[in-house]
């Protein structure tokens, strides 16, 4: 009989920490999804601001939310991980959590909560493999779907989502898919 193999550590952990945090905002009627799990402006003498530039991306407004984002994690974090690496896995969701946030706090003045940014730079790293023959199709045609599609969202809809952290994720997948690559 075989035994289970833990093959993403990392992205487990986080979808775990994103599941503690979505219940705790239900067993504490939102208090801490407000005070600790979602990003707005806020004093920087308050040294909440900058854990909530992190933390933001572990909070969801509800299961739904919670579900849309963790599926994508789930289908794309555990190849990057096992590609990448644990460390660079947890450097990719901190510095897509760190750089939406930080857009969204100086751009908005509202609050930003939950795990696209991250999901979105997921899915551009997923296509953004390259091999040193050139830009990959794949990422091309997933930039023209995913971020065009967002780019055409938030010109036209007047929705409670934030497609510009969308691209900034997008953008940031194919950034590490290019610093991976320079690494190699």
């Not at 984002?69 to 959590?97: F, H, T």
Request: hydrophobic share 50%.
């Amino acid at each position: 009989m075989k035994k289970i193999h833990v093959n993403a550590p990392v992205i487990l952990s986080y979808v775990g920490l994103c599941l503690l945090a979505l219940v705790l905002g239900y067993l504490t009627k939102e208090y801490t999804t407000y005070h600790f799990f979602s990003v707005y402006r806020s004093s920087f003498l308050n040294p909440l601001t900058y854990l909530r530039f992190f933390t933001y991306a572990l909070g969801h407004a509800d299961f739904q939310h919670f579900f849309g984002n963790m599926l994508i994690i789930l289908l794309v974090g555990p190849m990057l991980e096992e590609k990448y690496g644990s460390k660079k896995m947890l450097l990719i969701l901190l510095g897509s959590a760190f750089v939406v946030s930080l857009v969204h706090v100086v751009l908005f003045p509202h609050i930003l909560i939950g795990a696209s940014g991250v999901a979105f730079s997921l899915i551009t790293l997923s296509s953004s493999t390259f091999n040193g023959k050139g830009i990959p199709l794949t990422l091309i045609v997933v930039c023209i779907f995913f971020l065009g599609g967002q780019i055409i969202d938030g010109l036209f809809l007047k929705d409670n989502i934030s497609q510009l952290s969308h691209i900034i994720g997008g953008v940031i997948g194919i950034l590490f898919g290019y610093l991976f690559k320079a690494q190699n």
